[in-house]
């Protein structure tokens, strides 16, 4: 850990050493804390950064909605908030409050410690709300989580957990759209759970539970872990689960879905939607955790993978409402035709799954969490560490070597394939996970049996092993995510490099200030400048090929893919995907429409929101804002839906602008198919600011 202090890399030791050898209790493993998400009317919650102004308000809600929070902390200090103690510490609080939860409201660049703190004092479910932390930080984080059974963590960049029936919430859900009702949720999305819990409380039926996994690359809870959750619970009828491009979860979630079919008589129906259809391959798509890795499925092949479990899939988060509704419907009368005939239905449980097919993502995509250095500046990095660039134009013995994050071991990983072509490493690559931050993390065992899946024996040997070593370094004390080379066996078994992509954590430099000679070589000239101007805004904007007539406004990185699928779906071509953010502000939309109107192929405007923490009369201001400023010439088509979406449908209705103004998505994209068509304005901007 060469960004820590002598100081924090021993009490790190020593944290671990002491949840592994402690002789209170008799640890099994992280599986066993699955348990500690099942929260309720008596689940005692304490508030990390209690005082915090975000924490405060929303404390007020949670007591309001029947919340028992028993006080909170506050590093160092002591006293009263909100009526209820502040302690200063978690392990204080631990003592004093015996909490069976811990939310925390700490900024990112404390968050990770705050974890560990709460980790340290046995708190038995842990919610972190927060965005942008350092994902080696929480690679840290979840190396002590798999040494213990006590704390289950949820998040991070998580809305957080509910259950309706116990009036208990623990993250930043939207109250008012909950429902106590019979349905489980579980989601990648912040957005498009909002929108799923609206759809299912507007169909009267309602929620359980509600869990989000969040969208970083690492997750505490899985859809697998929500799953069994659900099952056990006799309240729950239906499952929903919301995932995304990226990541193995999906796919792990669809083998557990046909397990769980195959021992069960009467199984609870699934419904599911995978959002980033159309995502450019290897683009970050607004979430951390929003691009495929090497040997990944696709959002369209984890789609099919889901539907082969038996999962009925929607394209677009209403229509989960109206098809729970039948299912429950479809399947009481199953249940009946059971108890009447005592006859096993075979249903799902004979279902055979089709061969996977997974996109490959190699180093010739453009995929970037922010910060991909040039492929010249990768191979210095190499070429200083005594290795040598290769300048043969043809080989026959070429490998594809790496290091990046195993989403389901929750480590980092090495990646090794024998081949680099595309076609053979889909299938060929492997993945080789061990620990992060400790001495000797790779092991001579790993390291033969990376070399032989390498088919590389002899005198090369030697070095792969100094290879894999020097790719380590730099990917802990430079905080990368990825590192993937392609390399070269010489006649005289030298180990040369023939390409190199490096990519490296944009948090660490934003939000915790580390790796500035790294972020330093980032150059903007070869980036698209309505993509770097919108980061300017704290937006994220990607550009999408093709004919893009149909520019897109959207809050929140899973609403946006899903605005792009369906529109793509009903026959629409977006322009951009665009994510205003979670939290957009009525000055993040007037950037926003400014971005999208420099854009000379877009027809027509499509501002999406579901209004969560957003509110949709902020939002509309927003809106309002944009038409006075830059007076845009093209039309716009805006959907409210959420928190204030009367009042922000009222301001849009009785503004006297030319806007046309729905509530469902449906009628809204055929609107912007229709304007679409029909438009031959050219946007054109008149800014008076």
Not at 124 to 152: C, D, K, N, W, Y
Not at 346 to 369: E, K, L, W, Y
Not at 457 to 478: E, R, T
Not at 586 to 600: L, R
Request: with cysteine; proline share 4%; charged share 25%.
């Amino acid at each position: 850990m060469p960004h820590r202090s002598v100081r924090a890399a021993r009490l790190y030791v020593a944290r671990i050493s002491r949840l592994r050898f402690s002789t209170t209790s008799v640890y099994y493993g992280y599986s066993d804390t699955i348990r500690n998400l099942k929260i309720g009317s008596r689940t005692k919650v304490i508030y990390q950064g209690f005082t915090g102004r975000q924490a405060t308000i929303n404390a007020k809600e949670s007591l309001d909605y029947g919340t028992q929070i028993v006080g909170g902390v506050k590093p160092g200090v002591e006293g009263e908030h909100l009526g209820l103690p502040v302690l200063p510490s978690v392990r204080v609080a631990a003592e004093k409050l015996k909490p069976d939860a811990s939310a925390i409201y700490v900024p990112g660049v404390g968050t990770a410690q705050a974890i560990e703190e709460a980790i340290e004092a046995e708190i038995p479910l842990v919610v972190a709300v927060a965005e942008h932390i350092p994902l080696h930080e929480m690679l840290r984080v979840f190396q002590m989580l798999r040494t213990q059974s006590r704390t289950r963590l949820v998040g991070p960049n998580a809305p957080g957990i509910i259950n309706t029936h116990g009036r208990c919430r623990l993250g930043f859900q939207p109250l008012p759209f909950f429902l106590e009702g019979n349905i489980g949720i579980v989601a990648k999305s912040g957005t498009l759970s909002y929108e799923t819990v609206a759809s299912v409380t507007r169909a009267g039926l309602g929620q359980t539970y509600a869990i989000s996994m969040g969208g970083d690359m690492l997750s505490g809870t899985t859809f697998i872990d929500a799953f069994r959750v659900f099952e056990e619970d006799e309240k729950t009828k239906g499952i929903i689960m919301v995932g995304e491009v990226g990541g193995r979860a999906e796919e792990e979630a669809a083998d557990w879905i046909v397990e769980y079919r195959k021992r069960t008589r009467n199984p609870k129906p699934f419904m599911g939607l995978v959002g980033g259809v159309q995502a450019p391959p290897g683009r970050v798509m607004g979430h951390a955790g929003g691009w495929a890795a090497p040997g990944e499925a696709s959002s369209a092949e984890k789609i099919n993978i889901l539907k082969q479990a038996g999962v009925v899939i929607v394209d677009h988060p209403e229509m989960f409402g109206p098809g729970m509704k039948q299912l429950l419907e479809t399947s009481e009368k199953k249940k009946l035709r059971t108890q009447l005939d005592n006859v096993q239905q075979r249903g799902f449980h004979t279902i055979c799954q089709q061969p996977r097919i997974v996109q490959n993502a190699t180093m010739s995509n453009d995929q970037r969490r922010t910060l991909y250095i040039k492929q010249s500046e990768a191979v210095d990095m190499l070429t200083k560490a005594g290795f040598r660039k290769s300048d043969t134009l043809c080989s026959s013995r070429t490998c594809m070597l790496g290091i990046s994050v195993d989403r389901s071991e929750r480590a980092p990983c090495i990646i090794a394939s024998p081949s680099t072509d595309p076609a053979d490493t889909l299938y060929l690559s492997k993945k080789f996970a061990f620990a992060y931050g400790s001495d000797g993390a790779i092991s001579d065992a790993m390291l033969e049996n990376v070399s032989c899946h390498l088919a590389i024996s002899g005198a090369a040997q030697k070095g792969l092993f100094k290879l894999i070593s020097a790719l380590h370094d730099i990917f802990v004390s430079k905080e990368a995510f990825v590192l993937e080379t392609k390399i070269v066996i010489t006649e005289n078994s030298e180990v040369q490099i023939k390409e190199a992509k490096f990519g490296f954590d944009d948090a660490a430099f934003k939000t915790a200030g580390r790796q500035g000679d790294i972020h330093a070589l980032r150059d903007n000239t070869f980036e698209v400048l309505e993509e770097v101007d919108a980061e300017k805004s704290g937006i994220i904007y990607v550009k999408l090929e093709g004919e893009g007539s149909v520019g897109t406004i959207v809050n929140g990185a899973g609403l946006a893919m899903n605005t792009i699928d369906s529109l793509t779906r009903l026959g629409a071509h977006p322009a951009n995907f665009l994510d205003t953010g979670g939290k957009a502000t009525s000055d993040t939309i007037k950037s926003a429409f400014k971005i999208v109107c420099s854009d000379p192929r877009v027809k027509v405007i499509f501002v999406n929101i579901f209004g969560g923490l957003t509110r949709c009369d902020m939002i509309a201001e927003g809106i309002l804002l944009a038409f006075r400023d830059l007076e845009p010439k093209i039309p716009v088509v805006v959907r409210l839906r959420g928190t204030n979406e009367a009042l922000g449908q009222k301001m849009i209705s009785e503004s006297g602008l030319a806007f046309d103004a729905f509530d469902g998505f449906d009628d809204a994209a055929r609107r912007v198919i229709e304007l679409a068509k029909s438009s031959s304005s050219i946007p054109e901007i008149e800014s008076t600011s």
